[in-house]
C-alpha cells in the first residue's frame, strides 16, 4: 500500500496568513493526489483534484502543487471559514489511501 | 444538485452485521462509482472499497476482505454496504462518496451514518 504522510499534524495561524500544509507520498503517485477539507461532524469537501486542479466551486485561496511523491496545499490568505482538519488522499492505486490529517485554527 | 443521502445511525452487538444505504440522485447513477470510507471517533479517513454501478465490479481493503460487502440497486440509485462479523473497532462514522473515476476523485459525499458497535 502506498503511505501518504502530512506535515505538520497541527498548526495555528492568523486570519489573512500564508498557509501551506505538505504530503509526501511513499512512491511516485504521478499527480493522483487530491486534497479534502473536513469541519467538525460534517463529511469531508474535494478542495483540489490531480494535484492542482481547483474543484468547482471552491475559493481560489485554495491552491495545490506537486508532483511525483511530494505534494503541498496553499491557502493564501487564511479566513476563519478555513478551520478544519485538510487530509491528502492518493488516487493512483488500490487501495486508495489518506494522509493522517493536518487540524488548521485560528490563533 | 448532486445528493448522497445515507441510512440513519446503528447500534450492533459484536459479532452482528450493519448494512448501511446510501440513495443517490441528481446524476446518472450507473456513469459514476460509489467509495466507502469510514472514520473511526477522533481518527483520519480509511478507504473501505469502492464498487462500479455499471457493473457491480469491487475492490474492497484488504483488511476487511471477507467481511465486506457492497451492492447496487439500479433501479432505485441506492448502493449498500454490508460490514459482518462485527467488533469495537468497526464503530465507526461510514461515508459513500460518488467515485470519479476519470478525475480520480471522491467528488460528492453523504452526510455519514455512525455504527457503534457496543455489548
Known amino acids: 500500500d502506498i503511505q501518504m504522510t502530512q506535515s505538520p499534524s497541527s498548526l495555528s495561524a492568523s486570519v489573512g496568513d500564508r498557509v501551506t500544509i505538505t504530503c509526501r507520498a511513499s512512491q511516485s503517485i504521478s499527480t493522483y493526489l487530491n486534497w479534502y477539507h473536513q469541519k467538525p461532524g460534517k463529511a469531508p469537501k474535494l478542495l483540489i483534484h490531480?494535484?492542482?486542479s481547483l474543484q468547482s466551486g471552491v475559493p481560489s485561496r485554495f491552491s495545490g502543487s506537486g508532483s511525483g511523491t511530494d505534494f503541498t496545499l496553499t491557502i493564501s490568505s487564511l479566513e476563519p471559514e478555513d478551520i478544519a482538519t485538510y487530509y491528502c488522499?492518493?488516487?493512483?492505486?488500490?487501495?486508495?489511501?489518506f494522509g493522517q490529517g493536518t487540524k488548521v485554527g485560528i490563533k | 444538485q448532486v445528493q448522497l443521502v445515507q441510512s440513519g445511525a446503528e447500534v450492533r452487538k459484536p459479532g452482528a452485521s450493519v448494512k448501511v444505504s446510501c440513495k443517490a440522485s441528481g446524476y446518472t447513477f450507473t456513469t459514476y462509482g460509489i467509495s466507502w470510507v469510514r472514520q473511526a471517533p477522533g481518527q483520519g479517513l480509511e478507504w473501505m472499497g469502492w464498487?462500479?454501478?455499471?457493473?457491480?465490479?469491487?475492490n474492497y481493503a484488504q483488511k476487511l476482505q471477507g467481511r465486506v460487502t457492497m451492492t447496487t440497486d439500479t433501479s432505485t440509485t441506492t448502493a449498500y454496504m454490508e460490514l459482518r462479523s462485527l467488533t469495537f473497532d468497526d464503530t465507526a462514522v461510514y461515508y459513500c462518496?460518488?467515485?470519479?473515476?476519470?478525475?480520480?476523485?471522491?467528488?460528492?459525499w453523504g452526510q455519514g451514518t455512525l455504527v457503534t458497535v457496543s455489548s
Open positions: 464498487i462500479s454501478t455499471y457493473n457491480d465490479i469491487t
Open positions: 490531480a494535484a492542482s
Open positions: 488522499q492518493q488516487s493512483y492505486s488500490i487501495p486508495q489511501t
Open positions: 462518496a460518488r467515485a470519479n473515476a476519470a478525475a480520480g476523485t471522491d467528488d460528492y
